[in-house]
C-alpha cells in the first residue's frame, strides 16, 4: 500500500515536471512564443531602418544637382540676392517610432521561461496530493 502510493507519487512527480518543463521552461512554448515575437519585433525595426538608409542614400545621390543645392541653401536660411523670403512655421509631422534594441543579456523584456528549480517544486504539489489520494483509497480498500 505504501509502494503503490510513492510509485504514485513518483510517477505523478515526474510526468507533471516534464509537462510544466514543456510549457513553462526555457525552451518550452511559452519562452519559444516569446522568443518569435521578440524577432519579429526586431525584424520589423531592421526593416525601417533599411528603408530610412535608402531613403538617405537617395537624397545623398541627388545632392549635387543644382536644384537640391538650391532647396538646402533655402532651408540654412540663405537667398539669392533680390529674392525676397518667407518662411512659414515647419507643421509637426508625425514619424514613425522607432524603438530602441535592448541588449537581450541587459534586461528581462519577455519571457524568458522558469528555471528547472521552481518548476521542481511546483511539481511536488501534485505528486503529494496523487501519493497521498493513492495511500487514502489503498487504506479504505483494505479496511472495506
Known amino acids: 500500500m505504501l509502494k503503490r502510493s510513492l510509485l504514485a ?3 505523478t512527480y515526474f ?3 516534464l509537462l510544466l518543463l514543456a510549457v513553462f521552461g526555457q525552451g518550452g512554448y511559452l519562452h519559444n512564443r516569446a522568443l518569435e515575437a ?3 519585433r526586431l525584424s520589423y525595426n531592421q526593416n525601417l531602418l533599411q528603408i530610412q ?12 544637382k543644382e536644384d537640391a543645392l538650391r532647396d538646402a541653401a533655402f ?4 537667398q539669392s540676392e533680390g529674392e525676397v523670403v518667407y ?3 515647419l507643421e509637426e509631422r508625425e514619424s514613425p517610432d522607432i524603438l530602441e534594441d535592448r541588449p537581450i543579456e541587459g534586461r528581462r523584456e ?7 528549480s521552481v ?6 504539489l501534485p505528486a503529494f496530493l496523487a501519493g497521498m489520494l493513492a495511500y487514502v483509497i489503498g487504506r479504505r480498500r483494505f479496511r472495506g
Open 110 to 116: 519577455y519571457f524568458e521561461g522558469v528555471g528547472r
Open 53 to 64: 538608409i535608402q531613403a538617405l542614400e537617395r537624397q545623398e545621390a541627388q545632392m549635387g
Open 9 to 11: 507519487g513518483l510517477l
Open 15 to 17: 510526468f507533471t515536471f
Open 119 to 124: 518548476l521542481a517544486l511546483w511539481a511536488l
Open 75 to 78: 532651408k540654412y536660411g540663405y
Open 87 to 89: 518662411y512659414f512655421p
Open 38 to 40: 521578440e524577432i519579429q
